[in-house]
């Protein structure tokens, strides 16, 4: 599909499914990209892609969905400021998955320097871009997404401001750093399981009531469906690392059993 098509539909709330990748791995990449996800994101915060991984990563998304699914691009990127957010969208980027928001004046930052002027202050060299998005800077402003990590503490006390902030399209969970922001002595301690549970829910619901897409990070398929089924309207399933590991090691069991 097209930037502009998918950022309509994750407008529109509707459900959407992704995958995570962390690996400067074109080839392994592109085939990601056939398989018949919405989007694809690239790591750019803690992924092991520098740049040029990120360019040839999104090469290899359009190249995969050219084949298959119709995937798009989208790069969490490094910080929040305009020269990662705006290198990421001249690469050619449907979108990027800003990390550490804290507050309603963080979203505005990351919108400000994902968009042109008068809306914002991204500088004009769209590069690749032009070619996948468009050139002309109000339409490249509509076919791309800001999404907002709600991942601190901060960012979960003003989540309702950070959700109604003009211009935003959509907060993204960062379960890891959520948990740890509600307590937990590691991910996934099940001594807060209850609290974050109580946070996942808080987020998909203000989310909802300010009329914007919520989405979250997951390890599998199963947990992907059950947070979409939960309010959430799209979901990333993670990440090729990951799977990479536990697909060798159930392979190594069953030749050993």
């Known amino acids: 599909m097209s930037s502009k098509d998918f950022a309509e539909r994750l407008r529109d709330r509707q459900k959407l499914v992704g995958y995570w990748v962390v690996l400067d791995a074109p080839v392994a990449t592109e085939r990601i990209a056939r398989v018949g996800?919405?989007?694809?994101?690239?790591?750019?915060?803690h992924g092991l892609i520098g740049y040029q991984g990120l360019l040839t990563g999104l090469l290899a998304v359009d190249a995969g969905a050219a084949l298959g699914s119709g995937s798009v691009g989208l790069v969490r990127v490094e910080a929040n400021h305009p020269t990662p957010i705006g290198r990421a969208l001249?690469?050619?980027?449907?979108?990027?998955?800003?990390?550490?928001?804290?507050s309603s004046d963080d979203v505005t930052r990351a919108v400000q320097a994902a968009k042109y002027p008068p809306a914002g202050v991204r500088s004009y060299g769209p590069m690749r871009s032009a070619l996948r998005v468009g050139p002309v800077p109000g339409d490249a402003d509509a076919a791309t997404v800001v999404l907002a990590m709600i991942e601190t503490p901060l960012g979960l006390k003003n989540v309702a401001e950070i959700c109604a902030t003009p211009g935003l399209d959509g907060v993204y969970v960062g379960p890891s750093d959520l948990a740890l922001s509600?307590?937990?002595?590691?991910?996934?301690?099940?001594d807060v399981a209850e609290p974050f549970e109580e946070a996942v829910a808080l987020i998909a619901r203000t989310a909802q009531d300010a009329g914007i897409a919520a989405g979250i990070h997951t390890p599998d398929g199963q947990t992907a469906q059950r947070r979409l089924s939960q309010g959430?309207?799209?979901?990333t399933v993670a990440s090729d690392l990951t799977h990479l590991e536990a697909v060798a090691a159930s392979h190594l069991d069953a030749a050993r059993s």
Request: hydrophobic share 45%.
């Open 37 to 45: 996800y919405d989007y694809v994101v690239l790591d750019g915060q």
């Open 182 to 190: 509600v307590g937990a002595r590691f991910p996934g301690d099940p």
């Open 232 to 235: 959430y309207t799209f979901a």
């Open 90 to 102: 001249d690469a050619g980027a449907a979108g990027v998955i800003v990390p550490l928001v804290d």
